[in-house]
Nanobody, 129 residues
Framework: QVQLVESGGGLAQAGGSLRLSCAAS????????MGWFRQAPGREREFVAA????????YYADSVKGRFTISRDNAKNTVFLQMNSLKPEDTAVYYCSAGGRSVAYSGSDYMRPRSYDYWGQGTQVTVSS
């Protein structure tokens, strides 16, 4: 069982930056693939970024590529999402997720919400123009 708690959301101006953190409980965090998804009002949850359990591979949605960076610190059981050059369309609730313990996902696996077993409660990110 893994519990995930996101933090770091808030209000930012367009062009600004925020850094989201996701703290995980449990001793097996380092064996899980981790993902960030977001959901805006009236829209489906969408993939943002993911990192393999080894940390050796990262994946990004085209809409955030070059602006967002995902990373993990297994010693601190934490995954991060550094968001730069924020745009109003980045406004959403951001969710951290964990899945596929010790499983080597394909690229498309990372992008599917059903690939993840555990989810945080979400943190609101609002970007003003």
């Amino acid at each position: 069982q893994v519990q995930l708690v996101e933090s770091g959301g808030g209000l930012a101006q367009a062009g600004g930056s925020l850094r989201l953190s996701c703290a995980a409980s449990g001793r097996t965090f380092s064996r899980y693939n981790m993902g960030w998804f977001r959901q805006a009002p009236g829209r489906e949850r969408e993939f943002v970024a993911a990192i393999s359990w080894s940390g050796g591979s990262t994946y990004y949605a085209d809409s955030v590529k070059g602006r967002f960076t995902i990373s993990r610190d297994n010693a601190k059981n934490t995954v991060f999402l550094q968001m730069n050059s924020l745009k109003p369309e980045d406004t959403a609730v951001y969710y951290c997720s964990a899945g596929g313990r010790s499983v080597a996902y394909s690229g498309s696996d990372y992008m599917r919400p059903r690939s993840y077993d555990y989810w945080g409660q979400g943190t609101q990110v609002t970007v003003s123009s």
